[in-house]
């Protein structure tokens, strides 16, 4: 399929202090966006202007939320080039989280390098700024004016950028880490696998719940039991205990992340013990109490590896390692980011040239 290019008359000023982007507030000049129609499947491939869409106010997506959506990044390098990270399995995952939601799966072929001609195109917008990337969200709603239930007939495929710093205000500083008990986020047969927004809207409630009490995030516990660790929303879990890397398995009800499926690689590439399992909070607390738990972290792509300085479960404060960064972790995000920022070698192959 072709794409369409329609450059911008109007380009914006590029952000003058990059220390202070934060993250997702800025987007840049263009955008890719592709339609969907039952009959004629995706066409219409074009990069346009980075601007506001209309929409029926009977939408699908707006009444059921049949939408999906995926984060990747990409870095500028020493040498000035533009690369990204894995970026085949994010488009690989949309296509999971497709068929649990009953949308058209993509060609992933295709939109790589869609992605890539979009990212070359604004590559001036890719943060020179240790630390900080051009963060990419590519999204799929359902747009058929109807307000009954079923799986839409017409979508909308869109990728648009935004330069960022880090995910959380604290940087590379630990975060607060509040255990929910009340709510849920996923349950088995749901669509906590999956990229969909609703699994974030879940999570929203608690959250302010957690913000109220100076807690940055929730940590999820399993639907059905409330026992079992399951990941934080915006980023997966990891426990160290005892030298031993630990995060809960894929069960449906947690996001296949990335970044934690590079971590543990990273962690078994250098002979550490790591265990995918089922791992209640009981266990990480008991754990606390016998000086076994070493390190609590979180990854993700916005998040990076993000370590996890206090935890609460109840009345039960644990501070982890001192509230300071982690062996495993600083190790972890140093060699995650060297390779992101190429600044080391990319002995995995995860790398893509944009
Ligand atoms: C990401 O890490 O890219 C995500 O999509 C999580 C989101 C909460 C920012």
Known sequence: MEIRIEKTAAPKAKPADETKLGFGHIFTDHMFVMNYDTGEGWHDARIVPYGEISLSPAAMCLHYGQEIFEGLK??????????????????KR???????????????AFVLEAL??????????VPHTD????????????TDP?????????????????PSGA????????VKIYVE???????????????????????????????????????????VEQKYIEEVGSMNIFFVIDGEVITPQLTGSVLPGITRKSSIELCKKWGMKVTERRITIQEVAEAY????????????????????????????????NDNKIGEISQKLYDTMTGIQYGKLPDEMNWIVRV
Do not use: C
């Open 74 to 91: 990409a870095y500028r390098t020493a040498d000035g080039s533009i690369q990204m990270f894995r970026p085949d399995e994010n488009f």
């Open 94 to 108: 949309m296509n999971v989280s497709a068929e649990r939601m009953v949308i058209p799966p993509i060609d992933e």
């Open 116 to 125: 890539k001609k979009l990212v070359d195109m604004e590559k001036d917008w």
């Open 131 to 142: 630390g900080a990337s051009l963060y990419i969200r590519p999204f799929i709603f359902a």
């Open 146 to 162: 109807y307000v009954g239930v079923r799986p839409a007939d017409h979508y909308l495929f869109m990728i648009i950028l935004s």
């Open 167 to 174: 995910y959380y205000s604290t940087g590379l500083n630990p």
């Open 181 to 223: 008990e009340k709510y849920v986020r996923a349950v088995r047969g749901g669509t906590g696998f999956a990229k969909t927004a609703a699994n974030y809207a879940i999570s929203l409630k608690g959250q302010d719940e957690a913000h109220n009490q100076d807690y940055e995030q929730v940590l999820w516990l399993d639907g």
């Open 289 to 320: 109490d016998n000086g076994k738990l070493d390190e609590v972290f979180g990854t993700g792509t916005a998040a990076v590896i993000s370590p996890v300085g206090h935890l609460k479960w109840g009345d039960k404060v644990m501070t982890i």
